[in-house]
């Protein structure tokens, strides 16, 4: 989830797909996929059926702890202060405490 909505150096979203990275590497399912929209290159050949809230991709603080538990982990970028406020949440355990983006395993 990218709270960092706006670059100094990019104009617009460029954050926005950069969580896609960590499927390329390590595989598993995002919350988005460009495959859920009929003019892309590939589409699923069943539709899915998101049980999370969907446009976590633009809208992040939208995210509610029952959309968390669909996932193992979560990937965030954001100030110190907002990875402050994540780790206090007792089922996200920080993987890595530097930077913008961390990641955070989610505990069921």
Same mark, same amino acid.
């Given at each position: 989830?990218?709270?960092?909505?706006?670059?100094?150096?990019?104009?617009?979203?460029?954050?926005?797909?950069? #969580?896609?990275?960590?499927?390329?590497?390590?595989? %598993?399912?995002?919350? #988005?996929?460009?495959?859920?929209?009929?003019?892309? $290159?590939?589409?699923?050949?069943?539709?899915?059926?998101?049980? *999370?809230?969907? %446009?976590?991709? *633009?809208?992040?603080?939208?995210?509610?702890?029952?959309? $968390?538990? #669909?996932?193992?982990?979560?990937?965030?970028?954001?100030?110190?202060?907002?990875?402050?406020?994540?780790?206090?949440?007792?089922?996200?355990?920080?993987?890595?405490?530097?930077?913008? *983006?961390?990641?955070?395993?989610?505990?069921?």
């Amino acid at each position: 989830m990218s709270y960092l909505k706006e670059s100094a150096i990019v104009r617009g979203r460029p954050f926005i797909q950069v #969580f896609s990275y960590a499927q390329v590497y390590r595989g %598993g399912e995002l919350n #988005f996929s460009f495959a859920d929209f009929g003019p892309s $290159l590939v589409i699923y050949r069943t539709p899915r059926q998101l049980a *999370w809230t969907s %446009g976590l991709e *633009w809208f992040p603080e939208r995210a509610k702890k029952s959309d $968390l538990m #669909f996932f193992d982990y979560a990937i965030v970028s954001g100030n110190d202060r907002l990875h402050e406020t994540v780790r206090q949440d007792p089922v996200l355990i920080p993987l890595t405490t530097e930077g913008h *983006w961390r990641c955070y395993r989610i505990i069921r």
